[in-house]
């Protein structure tokens, strides 16, 4: 992986013949006593801070195979602190009318609003399909706002290929469906996987820690665990949609948990 471009919304780098670019959609706050133990309870020391100051990322890749995918789009207008990517687009130099496939981790409205713009533009004109697993179609259907989108969804399974170099890897625990995206050039393995971490500064170094919108907390924190622990053995880069800027980085074993490395 080498970096060559950036700002501070986005970091642009090479992976053998691909492009990859991590770019920011802005932040969300969220009640810090939504991180919880393993007993469900909030975090003593979390909790008294009050909120939480979440990053929210996506990623766009070009190159043979992948042109024209981006992965998650966003919050969009959903909340006042989201709806950042267009304009971090035109900083990267990429034309939205260029993306013609959405890779969606889950149907949560953070990463499925980014797909209207200002006034409920449609924001990527030439989108021609929106990947998504099969168990989050429903989720996706119940967002009513997004109905014109419905007949672009492409339902993917556990293992199945998106594009070349591109599988869809189900990261179980977080919300129906909750998917991920392995890339592998020869150079390098990313794991693009949206929501398995919330809170990067302390669920690294704790992985038994969890996140209150977890749909099934124990499913989540074994989930977090195996990616981790595999991501660390291999050398993958972790791509998150909630991860620190820039939204990439190293998972390195450290004593019995995990450190957090940013690209
Ligand atoms: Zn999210």
Not at 42 to 71: E, T, Y
Not at 178 to 184: P, V
């Amino acid at each position: 992986m080498i970096i060559t471009s950036r700002s501070d919304n986005f970091l642009g780098f090479t992976t053998g013949a691909w492009r990859v670019w991590s770019l920011s959609d802005g932040y969300i706050e969220m009640p810090a006593d939504l991180l919880r133990d393993p007993r469900n309870k909030p975090v003593p020391q979390v909790a008294q801070a009050g909120a939480l100051r979440l990053s929210v990322n996506c990623f766009a890749l070009a190159g043979p195979g992948v042109d024209g995918i981006l992965i998650d789009s966003g919050g969009g207008n959903w909340a006042s602190t989201t709806g950042r990517l267009e304009q971090t687009l035109a900083e990267a130099g990429i034309d939205p009318a260029s993306i013609i496939t959405l890779a969606l981790t889950h149907a949560h409205q953070d990463h499925v609003y980014g797909l209207l713009a200002r006034r409920d533009w449609v924001l990527f004109p030439n989108l021609q399909a929106i990947v998504i697993a099969e168990e989050a179609v429903e989720s996706f259907a119940a967002e009513t706002g997004l109905a014109r989108f419905q007949p672009l969804l492409k339902p993917v399974r556990n293992g199945e290929q998106v594009a070349e170099r591109l599988t869809a890897v189900a990261l179980p625990g977080h919300a129906p469906g909750h998917t991920g995206y392995a890339f592998d050039t020869k150079e390098d393995r990313f794991l693009f996987f949206g929501d398995v971490v919330h809170v990067p500064a302390l669920q690294f170094g704790d992985p038994a820690l969890s996140w209150g919108y977890d749909d099934d907390q124990t499913i989540a924190r074994a989930t977090r665990q195996e990616v981790f622990r595999d991501a660390a053995e291999a050398g993958t880069w972790v791509a998150g949609a909630h991860l620190g800027w820039p939204g990439v980085g190293r998972v390195m074993r450290e004593g019995g948990a995990y450190r957090y490395e940013p690209a």
